[in-house]
């Protein structure tokens, strides 16, 4: 199967692992992946500032990487959900995928080879579960399932725990982590103090941004807890 | 007026205030979860009321209609009024006409919205506010925090000082059911000698021309029944079709404001009382401008359960006084703006998208979609503080151009430490993402 | 041009969404008596009721609403009682005043028909007006300070039921 790997600007800068591990991981799992070289950023950031209007340039940059794809799979659920509702192709809407939604829907993944024996946070990230329906949310009265625990519960000795509150944000969202300062850091403390509550050593998401946001709230408080992406787990050796 | 981003930094510097009002209101949140969950139906109950409002929308000029003749028909004078002027203005020519110089009043948003207490007041009527949360942030001279739990900013102390000041209370006493009875007792006076009473409306049915109004306390219905006049005040967008419809909203109404099956009353108001006068005001105030727009139109479906204030991270930190205008939360941030872009262009932004608004709200309102449509709405009409809009252009080129944004990149990877300032408003709580040596596309070109 | 002509003007009909009927899928679980508790009534036989109320009055129909202003225990009959949440339907009609199940200190009502659900309800409402009606589902009360349920607030302080269904 043929994949183009989309690599979120702010995973190609700061956080690479992220896209090393989505990278091998799509090739352990019988995956050709391209990484087309000039892509960019979905956009996201301008759009979500008001600024859809603007982001004409980095829509049509992010066509001419992805043009001719089935499938554009990235490890983001709020970049892929951006995608998916405002990319003026209707082809790149219709062939974009977040990582975990591609194991579970595409690939149809059964089993995984990784190792990862510790207990871990499972924090939501809202865009890719409201919004890609990763897994269930407690607002609605609907049958529980989670895409991504059961791709956890493919991994060696893992043990996964959800905090109180179990889908609250953290806080991020965007450009508001520093238009609205304290309050996202109130969210991200929170969201912290409830993984605490739960003597977890990792905190793991689908979306860099969350984890960038707690993973700044973390250090500067000293804790051990680290963050990982969903994928650098699914990956691990 | 300090813009939401300022005011909730406020609140929020006093951190254990601010848990306590978090948890406070995601205990309502649990309360509405506890009663949906245990209904198979839920779901589908929320559809069917989206789709009824969507119905009366599409066709909301001939239900406004057909409520008037029937309502008329049953005794009840309808007024119309294109703003929040002219609805003040009609409520003070009918309380006038009575000569009354003082009145109960029970809650409506609509009349926050239109600020009709002061209005009434420069007129020399004093305007008695019957619901308990109400009567106390009157008593303060403070706005309603929250549309069903006015006072829910406020602990038990600070009642207990308000009544020691306005009720003669002993000083200290704080105790809900104590304060609650010495408000029962001076609201009871005002009851039953008052000749005029305004109430809210909470649905107005086009069928049969009578419409609802649901409490908990029972103060509308002890001011309407022994009142020579009633007025109730309803925005336009509180017309259901028919009465078999209220079955739907009634089941949704309480389970998703307090976790309650039924509040305990839900009064239907058809004729009035032999010898009574009773009025109904019908207000635009900008509604028929959302009603036009397809991207806000669902805003009018709201049936204010604030169900959305609830389950809102941002709003349970930062306070409904943070929204600097009546109706606060993720719905206030939609309706406000309509009403004046500019003075709630923060409104919009002062939210992450989660989405868990609109899966609460028991009609469906598209709400995290509505908020991201106001912010290029906003933008487009110019209200983006300069810097904003030069740095939104900057990133927009930078994004379009490959070579530029990997030499960016790269500087910015290089020369992060620059960034490590409290002037830089992510640096003040949280350490900054430590700058790899290469970027992913850098260590692919190697592989 | 009158406030009227001005807003019906700018209403535009829109395309056109059917309406979706009555609703359909109700669940049938709900126990009116268990309900009742939920909602801060109680439920009582009538032997009980004399023992509790020995002094409580039934009233006529009074014109002034004022005069209920006095009354401690005031007993009436509802319409039909809802299980799923404990409400009572009543009616101007069957009521002394409107503001009597307000106005008394202590409320009891005799209930003879329980319907499943507000559907059903209204269904048993059906084309028949009342000048006025209510539901009406428990005591009065309020949370408005610091989320704490105080029961009694303006309406009546207690609810009892007797159930002759």
């Known amino acids: 199967m043929r994949v183009a790997l989309f690599v979120p600007c702010y995973i190609d800068q700061f956080y690479p692992q992220v896209a090393v591990a989505s990278l091998e991981l799509l090739e352990k799992l019988g995956c050709e992946v391209v990484v087309p070289k000039d892509q960019t950023c979905c956009g996201q950031p301008m759009a979500n500032s008001g600024f859809a209007s603007s982001t004409k340039g980095c829509d049509a940059n992010f066509s001419q990487n992805f043009e001719g794809f089935d499938y554009i799979v990235g490890p983001s659920g709020s970049c892929v959900l951006h995608l998916k509702e405002h990319h003026p192709s209707e082809k790149i809407r219709a062939s974009v995928y977040e990582i975990c939604e591609f194991l579970t829907d595409v690939l149809k993944v059964t089993s995984l080879s990784a190792k990862f024996p510790h207990r871990v946070g499972l924090h939501q990230s809202c865009h890719g579960q409201r919004g890609l329906h990763l897994s269930s949310m407690s607002e609605r009265n609907d049958k529980p399932f989670s895409k991504l625990q059961d791709l956890l519960a493919m991994i060696d000795g893992i043990e996964v725990v959800l905090p109180q509150r179990e889908d609250e944000c953290c806080g991020f969202g965007g450009t508001f982590c520093v238009t609205e300062e304290a309050v996202s850091v109130k969210m991200g403390q929170d969201r912290i103090n409830a993984h605490d509550a739960n003597a977890v050593n990792y905190i793991i998401g689908v979306d860099t941004s969350c984890l960038m946001h707690m993973e700044g709230i973390l250090r500067r408080q000293g804790s051990k807890v680290q963050v990982k992406h969903i994928v650098e787990i699914l990956n691990h050796a | 007026m300090l813009s939401h981003a300022e005011a909730s930094e406020n609140f929020i510097a006093d951190a254990a205030r601010t848990d306590w009002h978090d948890e406070t209101l995601w205990l309502v949140r649990e309360k509405r979860d506890k009663v949906s969950k245990v209904l198979p139906e839920w779901e589908a109950l929320r559809e069917h009321a989206s789709q009824i409002k969507d119905h009366t929308l599409a066709n909301l000029g001939e239900y406004l209609q057909a409520f008037e003749a029937k309502a008329q028909a049953n005794g009840i004078t309808v007024h119309w009024a294109a703003d929040a002027a002219e609805h003040n203005a009609i409520v003070h020519e009918i309380i006038a006409a009575q000569g009354s110089k003082i009145l109960v009043k029970s809650k409506s948003m609509l009349t926050e919205e239109c600020h009709l207490n002061d209005y009434l007041v420069s007129k020399g009527i004093e305007v008695i506010d019957t619901d308990l949360g109400e009567r106390i942030v009157q008593f303060r001279n403070e706005a309603p925090s929250h549309i069903v739990l006015p006072a829910i900013h406020l602990k038990k102390e600070d009642v207990g000082e308000t009544f020691h000041q306005f009720l003669g209370t002993p000083k200290g006493n704080k105790d809900p059911q104590f304060l609650t009875e010495a408000a029962r007792q001076h609201l009871r006076g005002h009851f039953l000698a008052s000749e005029v009473a305004i109430t809210g409306v909470n649905f107005a049915i086009a069928e049969t021309g009578e419409f609802v109004v649901c409490t908990n306390e029972g103060n509308a219905d002890m001011g309407a029944h022994l009142a020579k006049v009633h007025i109730a005040c309803m925005g336009i967008e509180k017309i259901i079709p028919k009465r078999a419809d209220l079955a739907v909203f009634l089941r949704l109404l309480a389970r998703s404001a307090t976790g309650q099956l039924i509040t305990t009353y839900s009064s239907h108001f058809h004729q009035p009382r032999e010898g009574q006068e009773m009025h109904i005001v019908l207000i635009d105030n900008g509604r028929t401008r959302q009603l036009a727009d397809p991207k806000y139109k669902n805003s009018l479906k709201c049936i204010r359960c604030a169900a959305c204030f609830n389950t809102c991270p941002v709003y349970r930190r930062s306070g409904g006084h943070s929204y600097h205008q009546p109706v606060a939360g993720p719905i206030g941030s939609i309706l406000a703006p309509n009403i004046d872009k500019k003075a709630n262009v923060d409104l919009p932004f002062a939210s992450t998208l989660c989405g868990s608004c609109s899966n609460v709200c028991p009609v469906k309102i598209n709400i995290h979609e509505q908020l991201w449509f106001w912010r290029q709405d906003l933008m487009a009409a110019g209200l983006a503080p300069a810097a904003k809009s030069i740095g939104m252009k900057l990133m927009a080129f930078v994004l379009s151009n490959p070579a530029i944004y990997r030499l960016g990149g790269s500087l910015i990877r290089r020369f992060s430490g620059v960034l490590n300032t409290r002037l830089n408003p992510w640096y003040k709580q949280r350490e900054m993402p430590v700058a790899p040596k290469e970027s992913f596309q850098e260590w692919y070109k190697k592989r | ?165």
Not at chain 3, 134 to 140: D, E, I, K
């Open chain 3, 1 to 165: 041009m009158s406030a009227r002509e001005l807003i019906l003007g700018k209403i535009e009909p829109l395309a056109e969404v059917k309406h979706p009927g009555a609703f359909q899928g109700a669940s049938g679980e709900f126990d009116f008596r268990a309900s009742l508790a939920v909602v801060g009534a109680r439920v009582v036989t009538p032997s009980e009721l004399e023992e509790i109320f020995p002094g409580r009055r039934r009233y006529d129909k009074t014109l002034d609403g004022l005069s209920l202003a006095e009354v401690e225990v005031l007993e009436i009959d509802g319409e039909f009682g809802v299980a799923e949440n404990g409400a009572i339907w009543l009616t101007e009609e069957s009521l002394p005043h409107r503001v009597a199940p307000f106005i008394c200190q202590h409320l009891v009502i005799n209930v003879k028909k329980i319907v499943p659900h507000m559907h059903a309800a209204y269904e048993e409402l059906g084309k028949v007006k009342s000048s006025f009606g209510l539901f009406l589902s428990g005591p009065s009360k309020t949370a408005d300070i610091e989320q704490s349920l105080v029961i009694g607030a303006h309406g009546a302080r207690s609810l009892t039921v007797v159930i002759h269904a």
